[in-house]
């Protein structure tokens, strides 16, 4: 038997996404924001309402990073997403959060997150909050690069939004080859 919820923002995983931006003077801003996703190959959609200090410092630049929040960095991520940037105009700082220069736009990345997508704004509605960027370059640390030099999960400890429970969750744990697995129900293995 289910037991039904109504209408809510419910979906497992919701990534803890990490915006940076610059402000009008080159400082740096950063907020959490929950609900977000891939929307089309090189593009990210995130709902971020008009009022956020992050949605005028993207619409006056272009550009934002999205950094994936990970589990050695929670209380600094939470604490971005519980402060605003309208009352704490330093907020990047006292995260403990330090810049590294985006050499694809003109954003700022967090140092301290090892993984972060470069996004040139596309387009934004105020009235459905629907920000949407397009993805210039994905760049990571080499210290979440597994053997193969691709980003690897269980370095880079990324972190999920719980909605029901208000918590934080970590990823990592594999469970399954895609586009593999499924091969096993079509009668053929590779």
């Given amino acids: 038997m289910r037991e039904n919820f109504g209408p809510k923002p419910i979906l497992y995983p ?4 990490m915006i940076a931006t610059w402000d009008e003077h080159k400082q740096p801003d950063v907020m959490n924001a929950a609900w977000g996703g891939i929307s089309e190959e ?7 309402s008009a009022g956020h200090t992050t949605t005028a410092n993207i619409l006056l630049h272009g550009a934002f990073t999205v950094s994936m929040a990970d589990a050695d960095h929670v209380v600094a991520c939470d604490y971005a997403g519980i402060v605003s940037g309208n009352d704490v105009p330093d907020k990047f700082a ?14 700022p990345l967090i140092a301290e ?8 704004l596309k387009s934004y509605d ?17 210290k979440v690069l597994n053997e ?19 918590t934080y969750l ?8 895609a586009f593999r697995d499924g091969l096993k129900l079509k009668g053929e293995r590779k």
């Fill in 14 to 17: 919701q990534p803890v996404l």
């Fill in 42 to 48: 090189n593009e990210i959609t995130v709902c971020i």
């Fill in 170 to 177: 970590v990823l990592g744990e594999t469970v399954g080859q």
């Fill in 94 to 107: 006292r995260a403990g959060f330090h810049v590294l220069e985006s050499a694809f736009v003109d954003a």
């Fill in 126 to 142: 105020p009235q459905t909050c629907r920000l949407v960027g397009e993805i210039v370059n994905v760049c990571a640390d080499r």
């Fill in 148 to 166: 193969k030099g691709k980003i690897d999960p269980a370095k880079l400890r990324p972190i999920t939004f719980d909605p029901m429970n208000n």
């Fill in 113 to 120: 997150l090892p993984m972060a997508l470069e996004c040139r």
